[in-house]
């Protein structure tokens, strides 16, 4: 297939993609900031805070990304009927989207506030075990209003208004630094309440988030047109279906690849507790750069989307190819500062002139430069993914990570940390090949899909 384009189609689409991707990005980037403030704050109020409070902040975030995942088929579905011009179909999606949000709580919910016993029987110490619990109790109430907001975030981000999120995300994350800092500390007359006073701010900032969103949406002069409430009460099962059916592989593969993260860090609790802390401040760092090409490719799912209810082919390939060089392109710049500033990353998290800390400090800095190395190919996979969603091919992806992050990091990773006893480095070592498998034929399964839809004219859905 010939990836040549005219130039001012390349300009122009990389100026529509920024549009959108930049305001998006931004967005992720100051959300996952709110887990960098928090291990931040965990960090100076103790090593057993950090690593409990990271291990118990990445068990709840890999449940909210896969249920989030089950109602990302939001996006691509909302950008064809955007792109088709069926403003009814936009407004019928968005609220049974909300409808599988809610349905998906509960069990979810049942699911985080039985964590400590699945913690206990992952060999996690006791001391930890209890203060995770007491930050998940409390952080599963702010469970709904995340989801939902993803639902929002889609269909917003969809329809070319993906601003209001940025500043929403802003707003939120600022209200829960501050609540961080005045509940988990006592300030202002409140009693010192730990890891507890971190959850609370949490949850007050994921309901703020989502209200702050529904608002906009009901008060927009152009969103309003669409009147997202006009029978809110009926569920429709063929579109719930429909949503299932895109979200469900999705959500499949986010707790594949969340998952193998995931296990990695109870993996890395196994090891030892200096371990797990020098595990998370890695993990953290990477995390909050690695939001940037998420919110890239949240814009690629709806560009690619929206070519495609167009039935633009050559449009939704360029837009496709112009997100992941984007993507590489930003991962590099922050690869050369993270090799650069490593002693300066960690600092963030620990006092490293204290001689406490000198063992997690040594652990961490090897995993960083690892960890470091491999964003790139994470930005190109995840890219790449969000093209293949916006083209509605979810199932195949979701077999392709199983294989990627389960069949090669995670064995790859467990043999090196353990019986090649490299420890946590080789645990990070594994996932790595893990990602860079995992672009690799994502990258693949794109260049076939173009084939078989260029192959027919009537661009029929993979």
């Given amino acids: 297939m010939s990836l040549r384009f005219a130039k001012s189609q390349v300009r122009t689409e990389i100026r529509e993609y920024l549009r959108l991707a930049i305001p998006l990005a931004i967005a992720q980037l100051t959300q996952s900031i709110t887990g960098f403030a928090d291990s931040v704050m965990m960090g100076r109020l103790g090593q057993e805070i950090l690593a409990a409070g990271g291990l118990a902040a990445l068990t709840f975030g890999a449940v909210l990304i896969t249920a989030s995942g089950f109602v990302m088929g939001v996006t691509p579905l909302v950008a064809e009927a955007y792109g088709a011009n069926r403003p009814n179909q936009i407004a019928a999606i968005a609220r049974q989207g909300l409808w ?8 979810m919910m049942l699911l985080i506030g039985n964590m400590d016993s699945i913690m206990s029987q992952l060999g996690q110490a006791a001391t930890t075990v209890t203060l995770a619990n007491t930050y998940l109790d409390i952080m599963l109430w702010g469970f709904f209003p995340a989801v939902a907001f993803s639902v929002l975030r889609g269909v917003v981000a969809a329809l070319q208004e993906a601003r209001p999120i940025m500043a929403i995300v802003i707003a939120g994350t600022l209200f829960n630094i501050a609540g961080n800092y005045v509940l988990g500390f006592g300030k202002l007359g409140f009693p010192q309440m730990g890891i507890a006073g971190l959850a609370i701010a949490s949850v ?20 309003k047109k669409y009147r997202f409430c006009e029978n809110f009460h009926q569920i429709k099962p063929r579109i719930i279906g429909d949503l299932i059916r895109i979200g469900l592989p999705i959500g499949v593969s986010s707790a594949l690849e969340v998952g193998l993260f995931t296990v990695v860090t109870y993996l890395m609790g ?4 200096d371990v797990l802390a020098a595990h998370q401040i890695v993990f953290q760092t990477i995390a909050v750069i690695f939001m940037i090409p998420l919110g890239m490719s949240f814009a690629t799912t709806a560009r690619v989307g929206q070519w495609f209810g167009q039935q633009n082919l050559e449009g939704a390939t360029r837009a496709g190819y112009v997100s992941m060089f984007v993507g590489m392109g930003f991962m590099t710049l922050m690869i050369i500062a993270l090799l650069m500033f490593p002693y300066q990353v960690i600092g963030l998290y620990l006092d490293i002139g204290k001689p406490e800390n000198g063992n997690v400090v040594e652990l961490a800095l090897p995993m960083l430069t690892v960890a470091a190395i491999s964003q790139i190919l994470d930005s190109l996979q995840k890219t790449t993914q969000g093209a293949l969603y916006g083209l509605q091919d979810t199932r195949i992806p979701m077999l392709l990570s199983l294989s990627a992050f389960w069949g090669v990091g995670l064995t790859s990773g467990y043999f090196l940390g353990f019986p090649l006893g490299l420890g946590g480095t080789g645990l990070w070592i594994g996932q790595s090949i ?6 690799i034929v994502f990258v693949w399964r794109w260049r076939k899909l173009l084939v ?10 993979a």
Avoid at 270 to 273: D, E, R, S
Avoid at 434 to 439: H, L, Q, T
């Fill in 100 to 107: 599988l949000s809610l349905i998906l709580t509960i069990p």
């Fill in 204 to 223: 007050l900032s994921l309901w703020g988030m989502f209200l702050a969103l529904v608002v906009y949406i009901l008060r927009h002069k152009r969103l």
């Fill in 270 to 273: 196994i090891l030892a507790t």
């Fill in 434 to 439: 893990g990602v860079g498998i995992a672009a």
């Fill in 452 to 461: 078989s839809l260029r192959n027919n004219t009537n661009m029929i859905k």
